[in-house]
Nanobody, 114 residues
Framework: QVQLVESGGGLAPPGGSLNLSCIAS????????MGWYRQAPGKQRELVAD???????MYGDPVKGRFTISTDNAKNAVILHMNDLKPEDTAVYYC????????WGQGTQVTVSS
């Protein structure tokens, strides 16, 4: 069973920055798609950003130009760099890994508030 370990998150002021990290216990060497989704209270889960083994990156419209996703292949990790945070970025952020099956992390809270 693949496990995803998330770290980072917490509280940041508007305009501030946070980083999220997710490490997978294993990844398919041939194909994987890994990234972050978020869910705010009363809203549907939405894509934040994801990256494939081939390096293809996709961002959700609300975070384009502010967030950057990267991968550390030696650690089977993805890192989400969040800049210029806004109150509407407040949500629980979930790591997601898609390969032969789909796996989710337990979620980490990000709160943007002064």
């Amino acid at each position: 069973q693949v496990q995803l370990v998330e770290s980072g998150g917490g509280l940041a002021p508007p305009g501030g920055s946070l980083n999220l990290s997710c490490i997978a216990s294993e990844r398919n060497p041939n194909f994987w798609l890994m990234g972050w989704y978020r869910q705010a209270p009363g809203k549907q889960r939405e894509l934040v950003a994801d990256i494939s083994k081939l390096g293809t990156v996709m961002y959700g419209d609300p975070v384009k130009g502010r967030f950057t996703i990267s991968t550390d292949n030696a650690k089977n990790a993805v890192i989400l760099h969040m800049n210029d945070l806004k109150p509407e970025d407040t949500a629980v952020y979930y790591c997601d890994l898609q390969q032969s099956h789909e796996y989710w992390g337990q979620g980490t809270q990000v709160t943007v508030s002064s």
